[in-house]
């Protein structure tokens, strides 16, 4: 591939998008520095359920999930995987190949369920249905978002002896609470979407839906948007995200001064408690290097390989065979692919050179009555919008088929020229520009040190040219930095916008005083 520090790739057949991800704006020295995470947890607490209230919401789905605590955010972690993110096959292309999270992470460290309905409804909900859900007609409904505080200081306390309406009510406003602060967590802040409201109508028909399969799908799209070099915040499940590290990759995980919390379900649970252990003080550049560096040593492939799966747990294990369906992912109008075919080695199965991503509509158009997987349903699906839908109502039928053993150099030859290598650049391009600068003093030194008389006129002329040479590079290297930097200001405003004097003017000036 080109020169030895060319980060890739060399066949840009599958990342085509490469110009646009914030790998390309790193390697030129554009650090964008960490995300803004967006997932509104810290609240969940003051929530007061009763026994009544619990037992609904886990006909909703949501019974594991509703347990797990607010769990500290690493942002520079997570900051760091969106860097080795590509939308273009929904992976982290790291040195050892290509990883994911899959429904499999989803089910076992969140607890939701994977099977099932699409999560798709009515998207612009009528006024009376606020009415009818929750009792109460919201004070600044502004683009059908609700704003999670109104939703908490109304709902959060359900008196014990309430009339079975008004305890439903309330426990609709917590499932929407709970989903917007959590997996369906947006970058607009202290808000949730009302169109979710309506499919918690009724809880034993909402416990039919795939929330985790849809969960996947807005962490996707999420990630898939934060990886892109304009960005500078994301949302969506980010526990999820930093568990999925913790638990595959042995990069930033915490540490512990007593036992892990093993044992409990959903997985997520195991880092609950670390407040007691040390916490990594890594920035995003440790990160980024140790990710650049990851060895096969460092890969868990089989993490849940020892999970006891208890009685109740029977569904749940019965649905991770979905682990390895090639489906759509199908969250309201947002269609991921999930191709688990990329990262078999996440199922104890050997990896192939994958098939061609064929590019696919991100955004299904459908009925704003919204679907029920039904046989009509099936024969009104037309056009390729649909085609999408269809794959999800198919999906047991898209499981991956166990692969002979192959040679998995082959897969590893084909990785290395379509993949982006590394991200953070073996040397930074300040420490690059200081060691010119360096050398360039040193030549002037060299040649001030020689007098007229012990050199003659023609060497003195050689010297001289050698020294303007040297000047002339070195302005094209400062002209070139410039010109990356008006580039990429002009995509996009930062916080931590340069002035139009840098560290690298500055050195250039003082070599030529």
Request: aromatic content about 10%.
């Amino acid at each position: 591939m080109g020169s030895s520090g060319d980060p890739g790739p060399v066949d840009k057949s599958v990342l085509y998008d490469q110009e646009n991800h914030i790998s390309s704006a790193i390697w030129e020295g554009q650090e964008r520095n960490v995300l803004r995470c967006h997932e509104h947890t810290s609240m969940l607490e003051q929530w007061r359920l009763t026994p009544k209230q619990i037992e609904l919401v886990e006909k909703a789905g949501f019974g594991y999930f509703r347990m797990i605590p607010t769990i500290s955010l690493d942002n520079a972690l997570i900051s760091a995987l969106v860097e080795r993110w590509r939308k273009e096959t929904n992976t982290f292309h790291l040195p050892v190949g290509e990883m994911t999270i899959t429904l499999e992470d989803v089910a076992l460290i969140l607890g939701l369920p994977i099977d099932g309905k699409p999560v798709m409804g009515v998207t612009r909900p009528p006024g009376k249905m606020y009415e009818n859900l929750l009792g109460k007609v919201p004070e600044d409904l502004t683009g059908g978002m609700l704003k999670l505080t109104w939703l908490k200081e109304r709902f959060s306390k359900c008196p014990e002896d309430a009339p079975i309406e008004e305890i439903e009510r309330h426990t609709r406003a917590y499932l929407l609470y709970l989903v917007g602060c959590t997996i369906f967590s947006t970058t607009t802040g202290n808000k949730v979407s009302a169109m979710y409201l309506p499919l918690f109508k009724n809880f034993d028909e909402a416990g039919k839906f795939a929330w985790g399969a849809a969960a996947l799908a807005f962490l996707y799209r999420a990630l898939g948007n934060a990886s892109l070099k304009s960005q500078s915040t994301i949302s969506g499940s980010l526990t999820l995200l930093q568990c999925w590290s913790y638990y595959r990759l042995n990069v930033g995980n915490p540490k512990f001064n007593q036992e892990p919390n093993d044992g409990f379900f959903p997985l997520a649970l195991r880092w609950k408690g670390r407040a007691t252990g040390p916490r990594s003080n890594s920035n995003i550049v440790t990160y980024r290097k140790a990710l650049d560096s990851l060895q096969p040593s460092n890969v868990k492939w089989l993490p849940y390989k020892d999970l006891n799966y208890s009685p109740e747990l029977e569904d749940i294990k019965e649905s991770l065979i979905l682990r390895a369906s090639e489906t759509v992912l199908i969250c309201f109008d947002k269609a991921e692919r999930h191709l688990p075919d990329r990262c078999l080695r996440q199922f104890g199965m050997f990896q192939p050179i994958p098939k061609d991503v064929q590019r696919w509509e991100r955004k299904i158009r459908f009925s704003d009555q919204g679907l029920d997987e039904t046989k009509e349903t099936i024969l009104q699906l037309k056009g390729k919008n649909q085609a999408e839908l269809k794959e999800w109502i198919d999906r047991r039928r898209r499981i991956i088929p166990y692969e002979k053993i192959v040679d998995e150099s082959m897969y590893m030859e084909w990785y290395d020229r379509i993949t982006r290598k590394f991200v953070g650049r073996p040397e930074s391009l300040e420490s690059e520009f200081q060691r010119i600068v360096t050398a360039m003093r040193e030549i002037a030194d060299i040649a001030d040190s020689l007098s007229n008389d012990e050199i003659g006129f023609r060497d003195r002329q050689s010297l001289d040219e050698i020294k303007n040479t040297a000047l002339s590079s070195l302005m094209d290297v400062v002209e070139d930095s410039k010109r990356s930097r008006r580039k990429i200001a002009t995509k996009r405003k930062r916080e931590d916008d340069p002035s139009p004097t840098t560290g690298k003017d500055v050195a250039l000036d003082v070599w030529m005083y």
